[in-house]
């Protein structure tokens, strides 16, 4: 069985005990958080379902940042460079449970 969620803009397809990289979450090390957005869901038979009433539980194992992204700019023949460097903040999660309140 796995489920849709939707959190920091972006779709992950997560089973219990999947471990995912995520947007930064404004939460410490240790604790649970709950995905109230939960896109769809499937059943002990694969078959997709709307999940309407569910929620996913995950626990919070690192806040880290994710690797550099190099932006570099150039205008040719001007003389014009530009290099910039980005690490976006990220936060690594474990499913703990898929809860179906139906």
């Known amino acids: 069985m796995f489920a849709i969620v939707e959190t920091g803009g972006k779709q992950y397809k997560v089973r219990e005990q999947d ?8 939460a410490s090390v240790g604790e649970e958080v709950t995905l109230n957005k939960v896109i769809a869901l499937t059943d002990i038979n694969n078959n997709m379902i709307f999940a309407q009433n569910t929620t996913v539980t995950a626990s919070i194992l690192e806040q880290c940042r994710n690797d550099k992204i190099i932006v570099f700019k150039k205008k040719r023949r001007k003389n014009y460079r530009r290099k910039n460097g980005h690490r976006q903040y990220m936060t690594v999660l474990r499913i703990t449970k898929i809860n179906n309140m139906e």
Do not use: Q
């Not at 471990?19 to 404004?26: A, D, H, S």
């Open 19 to 26: 471990i995912i990289k995520i947007e930064k979450l404004n």
